[in-house]
């Protein structure tokens, strides 16, 4: 395998030393490349202690080798693991995103102000500590504000009226056994919230979640508010959110997170509503979907990317959350 | 590469095409064949990674293997209704050294196709970079692709950015302007349908259905 060894991540100092050696391509190094089913941690460590180099350079390389061999190993895909999604309680809402949020994915959503995001955001939140016996993923939830946007005594409404409706819904003994020692306090504890108030904190958040990640949803609420405003050169900006991007990617693909990101709109030269930053992030979230009042109480979501796409739902916000419209 | 005989790189490649049920896209691109290499470039939303799933489901079809390079985690809901999931390899890239990496392993497989799923986001991080670094890995993954085209047909999905007075370009800038062999434009026309266009001349249009795509000529 032609890889010269210039094209690695490793620092000029081992480039330099291998050189000296004669090794120029990554194929005159290892003699058998653990590729597909023969790849070996084991085989990979042996074969880089057979080949005599001191100690530093040996240490970058094994380290570089394993990490990049190991996740990029090509796999056969399995399926038949149930993903169990997060809900939004408005059904309508729930079968347009073909059962909710799944593990894995990144989800945009996008709005004018007052379409209904924020609250999105926390019920969202509030879901992710359903038990698995009710269907919910019982796990913990990060919601990182950006905005301002997020009450704890509307986290706390929304979670009181979750808890009435799993009492309500309860058949089983277990079921009731359950609901009955379940508290707000307990599902409010799975439900973290943090505040970042320029952009240097939020991508030191994700640095830090991205290290060892226990959340099951990481929900970012207003992603533009720090980046449409501070920044004069336009390049750099590209720049951090092209590298913020990649970070997003590869914590779904590390951890069984799923990332919901909020967007906001803007108005460009024709008079209609484009999402902000830009064309490069829009390829980031596999699914988009569009957020707009109708009326008092009644908003809607359409599929602008992803599966449905071009299809609408119509939920209602009341005091306990996110809910159905009553049919008509 | 050692030097071969040509008619036993035709049996090669003979064995490795396979059957397509979009013969409008074979016209447009000038045959899907193993030495093509093929761009889609096109906003958010309109359609490539569906064009390509649906070729993939093509090939399997045809019982021959798949290789994808994605920066995407692969869901469930992408997956069913594919036949033979054996022959379908996926390796799931975050930087361009990845990218380096599974593009070297595709070469020691066998593959008909393959497919990497959103090139922009891996090399537009390296491009920003100050350093001169960034043209020089560009050019290291324009090796590997051509590398890897030799033995398969490799199609990628590429972004657009505004290039001023409101048109659309390609991303990636000018120096990757050269490396597919074929690039097709996906963009919305007036009434809100996908058009697909090759050198400004000649278009198609694209429909999404459940089960797939359909292309036609305009």
Same mark, same amino acid.
């Given at each position: 395998m032609a890889l010269p060894i210039t094209s690695l991540p490793i620092p000029q100092s081992t480039v330099r030393y291998l050189s000296s050696r004669?090794?120029?391509?990554?194929s005159d190094l290892l003699k058998t490349l653990p590729w597909l089913?023969?790849?070996?941690e084991e085989s990979v460590i042996l074969q880089m202690e057979e080949l005599n180099l001191p100690e530093v350079h040996r240490r970058l390389l094994t380290d570089f080798l394993i990490n990049h061999l190991h996740q990029t190993a090509f796999q056969a895909p399995q399926i038949g693991k149930k993903l169990v999604p997060i809900i939004t309680f408005s059904s309508s809402l729930d079968s347009l995103l073909c059962g909710g949020i799944f593990p894995n994915e990144i989800v945009e959503f996008l709005g004018e102000p007052g379409s209904g995001t924020s609250q999105l955001c926390m019920q969202l939140a509030v879901d992710c500590s359903i038990p698995e016996m009710f269907g919910g993923r019982a796990c913990k939830s990060l919601l990182i504000d950006c905005?301002?946007? #997020?009450c704890n005594i509307r986290l706390n409404q929304m979670a009181k009226a979750t808890l009435t409706h799993l009492n309500l819904i309860a058949r089983s003994a277990e079921e009731k056994d359950i609901t009955s020692k379940l508290t707000v306090d307990e599902l409010l504890s799975k439900v973290y919230t943090a505040r970042c108030t320029n952009y240097t904190q939020l991508i030191a958040l994700i640095n830090t979640v991205s290290k060892d990640c226990n959340y099951g949803a990481i929900i970012i609420d207003a992603l533009a508010t720090h980046f449409? +405003?501070?920044?004069?050169d336009m390049r750099q900006r590209t720049n951090i959110i092209a590298e913020f991007s990649n970070k997003l990617h590869k914590l779904c693909i590390d951890a069984p997170v799923s990332l919901i990101i909020v967007n906001q709109v803007r108005m460009d030269g024709e008079g209609s509503i484009q999402p902000c930053l830009g064309e490069s992030w829009s +390829?980031?979230? #596999?699914r988009r979907i569009f957020l707009r009042r109708v009326s008092t109480d009644v908003y809607s979501a359409t599929i602008? @990317?992803? @599966?449905?796409?071009?299809e609408t739902a119509n939920f209602r916000i009341s005091s306990r959350g996110i809910r159905d419209c009553p049919a008509q | 590469m050692f030097p071969t005989p040509c008619n036993w790189l035709l049996r090669q490649n003979k064995l490795l095409k396979f059957q397509n049920t979009l013969p409008v896209l074979d016209e447009l691109v000038g045959g /899907?064949?193993?030495?093509q290499i093929i761009e889609l470039c096109g906003?958010?939303?309109?359609g490539k990674s569906q064009v390509c799933w649906h070729l993939i489901r093509d090939c399997l079809n045809a019982g021959k293997n798949v290789a994808m390079i994605s920066s995407r985690k692969i869901q469930d809901y992408d997956l069913e209704? /594919?036949?033979? /999931? &054996?022959?379908l390899s996926i390796s799931y890239v975050s930087s361009v050294y990845n990218l380096l990496i599974s593009l070297a392993a595709v070469n020691s497989m066998s593959v008909s196709l393959v497919v990497i799923d959103g090139i922009q986001p891996l090399l537009q991080a390296v491009l920003? &970079? =100050?350093?001169?670094k960034g043209q020089a890995l560009l050019n290291e993954v324009k090796c590997g692709i051509g590398t890897v085209s030799v033995k398969s047909l490799v199609i990628y999905t590429n972004g657009l950015v505004s290039v001023g007075d409101g048109n659309h370009g390609p991303a990636l800038g000018r120096a990757w302007?050269? =490396?597919? &062999?074929v690039r097709i434009m996906m963009l919305r026309d007036r009434e809100g349908g996908r058009v697909m266009w090759r050198n400004r001349e000649v278009t198609a249009r694209l429909e999404i259905g459940d089960q797939g795509v359909e292309i036609s000529w305009n």
């Open positions: 004669n090794v120029v391509y990554l089913d023969s790849y070996n905005n301002g946007d #997020t449409r +405003h501070e920044f004069e +390829h980031t979230a #596999t602008m @990317k992803g @599966k449905r796409s071009g | /899907l064949h193993p030495g906003p958010s939303g309109i209704n /594919l036949p033979n /999931l &054996s022959n920003g &970079s =100050a350093n001169f302007e050269v =490396a597919p &062999s």
